[in-house]
C-alpha cells in the first residue's frame, strides 16, 4: 500500500528531468527528417491523339505527382527526328522533362530517379510497347527494360521490369 496515493508516481529528480530533456531535444536533433519532394518538372508529351495508351502512360504520369501538357501530333516521325530520338529505341510517344528526352512506356519512378540523380544522358526510352509497361497494363505482362542513352548513340540498360 502506498503512503501517500497523492504523490505517486514519485517526483522526479532535477537531475532525472534534465536528463529526460536532453534525450528528447537529442532524439529529435538526430531523427530522421522526411525528404520534401520538390515540385516535380512539367512533362511535354508528344503523342497522336488515336492512341488510347498514349493517354493512360499520361494519366500514370499524373497520377505520380508529374504536370503534363500533351500535344496531339500528325507526325510523331518528325518530333522524334527533330528531338534525335535514335531509330532502334522508338515507340509511340515523345516526351521531354527536365533536360531529358523521354521515350515511350517509361515509369514515373524512373523519371523520378533520373531527374534525382541527374546522370549525363540525353533520355531514357522503352522501345516498343511491352505489356505491363505504364499504359500497356495488360493480361500477361513480359519483362521490359528501361534504356538510357545519350548524344554519342552509346545505349545501356538503365532499369529492369
Avoid at 537529442?26 to 508529351?45: F, G, H, I, K, N
Avoid at 491523339?49 to 496531339?72: E, I, N, Q, Y
Avoid at 500497356?136 to 548513340?153: C, H, K, R, T, W
Wanted: charged content about 15%; some cysteine.
Amino acid at each position: 500500500m502506498l503512503s501517500n496515493p497523492l504523490r505517486y508516481p514519485p517526483p522526479m529528480s532535477r537531475r532525472r528531468v534534465l536528463a529526460t530533456a536532453l534525450a528528447t531535444v537529442a532524439a529529435a536533433l538526430l531523427a530522421p527528417v522526411p525528404a520534401l519532394r520538390a515540385e516535380s518538372p512539367a512533362v511535354t508529351v508528344y503523342k497522336t491523339s488515336t492512341c488510347h495508351c498514349c493517354s493512360k502512360w499520361v494519366d500514370h504520369l499524373r497520377a505520380a505527382g508529374f504536370p503534363v501538357v500533351a500535344h496531339d501530333v500528325e507526325n510523331l516521325d518528325e518530333i522524334k527526328a527533330l528531338q534525335g530520338v535514335p531509330l532502334v529505341l522508338r515507340s509511340c510517344h515523345t516526351a521531354l522533362v527536365g533536360g531529358y528526352l523521354i521515350e515511350g512506356h517509361v515509369p514515373a519512378p524512373v523519371i523520378e530517379r533520373l531527374l534525382r540523380e541527374r546522370p549525363r544522358l540525353g533520355g531514357l526510352a522503352v522501345p516498343g510497347m511491352p505489356v505491363g509497361s505504364p499504359g500497356m497494363e495488360g493480361p500477361n505482362p513480359e519483362p521490359y527494360q528501361v534504356l538510357a542513352f545519350d548524344a554519342s548513340g552509346r545505349v545501356q540498360v538503365y532499369s529492369r521490369h
